[in-house]
């Protein structure tokens, strides 16, 4: 692989209203080493911000209004903009903070402006740390969820690899925290009626997209001939393992 998108969801990075710092670290540590000794270029989208906000303000509740999530994500952006930045630059790697909205992936002058910007960024060799701009999405422009917009950056860069990173396996037949005999999809070629009806919203508490926003995802991955693989997060061997080839998860082949 080339050039590479890594999504990694609130459901990966918050334990107990916090951002895991040990999570960030790790996955930090494993870019770095595939950029020495494969030159993959990486661009990250995370989750985070607003939990982030919610820790540093001192409120736990669940339901916001996106008024006051808006303002989580901005007080929360930098924070954690500097948790990035710190471990990049442990491994002597430069990042940069790109925040997105709907209207920039839509508006075609704008789209080109983004990608370019982007290369750019990694002609300079730096990691684009990549989040919606919440604080002017306003819930009818929103992109709404990291699984899309993660999609629309790597076809836009055109990435040859996305790697989702959930709180699960990969894509089941039926979601698995309703159903025991659910089984793990390992390729699709094809996202059917049925998958997309199996597959349920956000399950965790502080997830949002839910296997339904992944399986979008991978529409535009498909449409733009990028491969994209659903992993688990909790252990980000996953993700060298994907990087060194290995075949687990869910694999969406264009
Ligand atoms: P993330 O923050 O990683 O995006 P989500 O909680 O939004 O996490 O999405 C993953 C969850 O989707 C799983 O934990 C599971 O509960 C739920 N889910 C619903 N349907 C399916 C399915 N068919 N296969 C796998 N997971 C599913």
């Known amino acids: 692989y080339k050039r590479v998108v890594i999504k990694i969801g609130s459901s990966n990075l918050v334990r107990d209203g916090k951002v895991d710092d040990e999570k960030i670290k790790n996955l930090i540590k494993i870019i770095s080493k595939f950029k020495k000794k494969d030159n993959i270029e990486f661009i990250i989208v995370s989750s985070g911000a607003v939990a982030v906000g919610k820790e ?52 075609r002058t704008r789209l080109i402006n983004a990608r370019d910007t982007l290369l750019e960024i990694l002609h300079y060799n730096a990691v684009p ?12 422009i929103k992109i709404g969820d990291n699984d899309n917009l993660s999609a629309r950056v790597a076809a836009i860069v055109d990435a040859e690899l996305l790697i989702i990173l959930s709180d699960i396996d990969g894509l089941y037949n039926k979601n698995p925290k309703n159903h025991n005999d659910a089984v793990l999809i390992k390729e699709v070629f094809d996202i059917t009626k049925d998958m997309k009806k199996n597959a349920g919203g956000a399950g965790s508490k502080v997830g949002t997209g839910g296997m339904i926003t992944k399986l979008e995802a991978a529409e535009v991955c498909m449409k733009f001939n990028v491969e994209m693989v659903i992993i688990n997060g909790n252990s980000l061997d996953n993700i060298v393992d994907i990087l060194n080839g290995k075949q687990i998860g869910t694999k969406f082949s264009p």
């Open 129 to 140: 740390i990549i989040n919606e701009n919440d604080t002017v999405s306003t819930e009818e």
């Open 56 to 107: 540093k303000v001192g409120i736990s509740s669940l339901k916001l209004n996106i008024r006051q999530k808006q303002a989580m994500a901005a007080i929360g952006q930098p924070y954690l903009m500097r948790k990035y930045k710190e471990n990049l630059e442990n491994n002597n790697i430069l990042g940069a903070q790109v925040l997105l909205t709907s209207d920039d992936l839509h508006n």
